[in-house]
């Protein structure tokens, strides 16, 4: 029989600073807060935002890592899978829960917004991130793409007149 798949991937924005504990092991376990919001426009043409709050769970050196770089109202891409609970309170009511168990984690937004870090993944194995996958400029962490390290900026003073010629023609891009 064929294996289904539990994908889920949100962008969006922290509504509270990390929570971060550790088992008695000391795995890192974090839960964050995500709410991400969309546009429409009713029947009037009225823009109308919904805003959804997702419960987002990272386990292990992930955990680390987001609760170590994120802050509350820092935008980050997540991708993980739905798993849901049903538990018993304190009250003797059964609840339920849906959360998001993170996998793979893109800090996005400039240094001052508290993003602009890494790509980070959490592999199947172990809770050790893994590389990423590739070394996209700018927060977005663009997949595919070449596996070249970016060039290094030159460095070279500038001549008379402010114009630098020590500059070489046979740029890669």
Do not use: C
């Not at 964050?32 to 050196?61: C, M, P, Y």
């Not at 400039?110 to 194995?125: D, H, P, T, Y």
């Amino acid at each position: 029989m064929a294996r289904g798949i539990n994908k889920v991937i949100l962008v969006g924005n922290l509504g509270n600073d990390p929570e971060t504990r550790y088992t008695q092991g000391g795995m890192a376990i974090t839960r964050i807060s995500l709410a991400t919001t969309s546009v429409r426009k009713d029947k009037d043409g009225n823009n109308q935002e919904r805003t959804e709050w997702h419960r987002v769970v990272f386990f292990g050196k992930l955990g680390e890592i987001a609760g170590e770089y994120l802050r509350k109202g820092s935008s980050v891409y997540v991708e993980g899978s739905l798993r849901y609970d049903k538990y018993t309170g304190n009250d003797g009511v059964e609840k339920y829960s849906t959360d998001i168990i993170a996998d793979e984690m893109q800090m996005l937004g400039g240094r001052g917004e508290g993003g602009g870090g890494g790509n980070f993944e959490r592999s199947e194995r172990s809770s050790a991130p893994r590389a990423p996958r590739s070394e996209g400029g700018g927060g977005a962490g663009a997949r595919g793409g070449s596996s070249r390290p970016a060039p290094a900026p030159a460095q070279s003073t500038p001549q008379s007149g402010g114009f630098d010629d020590s500059f070489d023609d046979d740029i890669p891009f």
